[in-house]
């Protein structure tokens, strides 16, 4: 569910599906499911190199992450391990959750995939949020021990997004996030500040399903080319929001503010001059 406040009211609910993936466990379930395969084509086919891109360079980043670090682990899990041990969690022998959509067809977009992160005894630790733009820029949002609750089952966190991630919210605005650790249920929420009134609201609700391939070809029936009907319905609404004369804000404008992003589009790199 998806509902803007500010400055002009929109809203819209639709069906879905998700995969939460055990890092650990992907070479076992492309053995294991007919249409799911990991690093090469299928109806499904998960990709590392698709997610959290740390060996390239993070733009406007940190001077430490400024680098491209060529060293860095080709597997996911072993990326994920690293990233979470400079923000000081050591996930050592822990298990790393994934709940996201790989390519579907061939074709990959993930709005935000989620990724929730246990220490070796199996407590949750930490949990990183990484959002991807229709420009296909990727940010990782790191929620680490000091976001949790007591009872460490959720994580929460709220910072200036320094991201473009529409063309209707300003870059500058706060994402304030609640990732509850999923178990039988998914309950994952993402609200929009500017200062202190709320504008917009994301949500994530649905019930855990067994991943097998009769469900999973049940699921491509049930929601055909997930990804594809996500980029285009992205589309659609921000179509519906333009007819709604809710204010635009060019990407380029504010370039400077765009801040700790991998893959950068073109229209935040230094022109160089020509001869």
Known sequence: MHARFSPRRHRFAYRLFYFAIDLDELDGLAQRLRWFSRDRANLY??????FLPTGETMHHGPVST????????ATLKERVVRYAAEQGVDLAGGRVVLVTLPRVGGYLFNPVSFY?????????VAAIAEVTNTFREMKPFFLGPGTSGPDGAAFRLRLP????????????VAFDFT?????????????????????????????RQPLTSGRLLWFTIKYPLITLRIIALIHWHAFC?????VPCFPKAARAAEQRALYRPHVSLLPVTPSE
């Open 179 to 207: 990732l509850r650790v999923p178990a039988d249920q998914l309950s994952i929420q993402i609200d929009d500040y500017v200062g202190p009134e709320r504008t917009l609201t994301t949500t994530l609700q649905g019930n």
């Open 161 to 172: 997004k320094h991201f473009y991630v529409s063309p209707f919210s300003e870059v500058d």
């Open 116 to 124: 929730f992160c246990f220490d070796r005894a199996g407590a949750p």
């Open 45 to 50: 086919s998960f990709r590392d190199a698709d």
């Open 66 to 73: 400024q680098e491209a670090r060529p060293s860095e682990p």
């Open 241 to 245: 929001l333009w007819l709604k004369r």
